[in-house]
């Protein structure tokens, strides 16, 4: 990992020797997040002010100002399928191949994920969808706290950040899915700690079971790991909460963590990561391991001539 590339806070003292404190806030002066700075310069072909969707409602990615669809609608058919395989990278806003294994392109074909892309967090989703997700500035406060909304809901909980991203419903030409759209960090290793300021959007249709629930899997030398709930009880409307870190020790090996919704809409605020910087494979770095059992619907092992859906480490997969 480069880490001229990410935003190293400080020297984690209670930590490792070698740990250091990777802080993933959503501002426009973040170098964790390049292209959100280019939404906010006027001088670029990128600059959209106000409300940016990274995914819009009929889950179509708007990477360049364009609309290039990762939802495919088939002719006659009511529901569409997902581009699977894909990510949004947050160094440039172009979609990118990221997971060969897992691509189902549809009407579209894009490149390989670039190696130094991946020293820079990217949005993707699984088999279940994509999530609509909105990059929306002016969440939160940067001076202290405020009692208002969008803001910490306990001033303990509070951290300097300005702007969040929401992950909440499609309409309804799309896959309705709030369950398996991320964000992929870079890689660490050692001894590490994962923390996650979100909160939620209580009720409505994009919650109505007013859950505040966040989904962190890590994915170590390329297998996908158990996925860890982060949840809270009685969330405030449109507040947001310091969650429960998690520790996972990942000496001698590279782990990547995926951070996103889990079945209701989700403000993710902040997700700070402490552990020595990792090495960010190129390929395969968002997929199962290739040596990994492959399973048929009926629990037949199967190898790398069976075409179809199949099951690996757990997960479900297309092999073609």
Not at 2 to 22: G, H, R
Not at 238 to 253: F, Q, S
């Amino acid at each position: 990992m480069k880490k001229s590339l990410l935003f190293a806070a400080a020297i984690a003292c209670t930590c490792a020797a070698n740990a250091e404190v990777f802080d993933y806030g959503f501002d426009y002066s973040s170098p964790a997040f390049p292209f959100l700075g280019l939404l906010n310069d006027e001088t670029s072909d990128f600059y959209h002010p106000g409300n940016y969707d990274l995914v819009d409602k009929y889950g179509i990615a708007m990477p360049n100002m364009e609309a290039i669809k990762v939802l495919n609608k088939p002719e006659g058919e009511e529901k569409g399928k997902v581009d699977l395989g894909v990510g949004i990278s947050m160094l440039d806003g172009m979609i990118y191949k990221v997971d060969s294994d897992f691509y189902t392109a549809g009407d579209n074909e894009f490149e390989e994920m670039p190696e130094e892309n991946y020293n820079y967090p990217f949005l993707s989703w699984g088999a279940k969808g994509v999530t609509r997700t909105i990059f929306m500035p002016g969440w939160g406060s940067l001076d202290g706290w405020e009692d208002k909304d969008y803001n910490a809901a306990v001033e303990e909980d509070w951290i300097p950040t300005k702007n969040g991203v929401q992950f909440t419903r499609l309409g309804t030409d799309g896959i309705v899915s709030r369950g398996d759209t991320y964000f992929q960090y870079p890689a660490v290793t050692g001894n590490v700690t994962v923390t996650v300021w979100a909160g939620t959007n209580t009720g409505g249709t994009a919650n109505p079971d007013n859950l505040l629930e966040v989904a962190v899997t890590p994915v170590i030398d390329h297998v996908v790991g158990e996925t860890i709930i982060l949840s809270k009880e009685s969330p405030v409307n449109k507040r947001y909460y310091k969650l429960d870190p998690i520790t996972i020790d990942a000496t001698g090996k590279n782990v990547v963590f995926r951070v996103g919704a889990n079945n209701s809409q989700l403000n993710l605020m902040y997700v700070r990561i402490e552990g020595e910087p990792g090495v960010n494979a190129v390929e395969g770095v968002a997929v199962e391991a290739n040596n990994a059992k492959a399973f048929n619907l009926l629990g037949v092992q199967v190898d790398e001539n069976y075409k179809g859906l199949v099951i690996k480490n757990g997960k479900k997969f297309v092999q073609k």
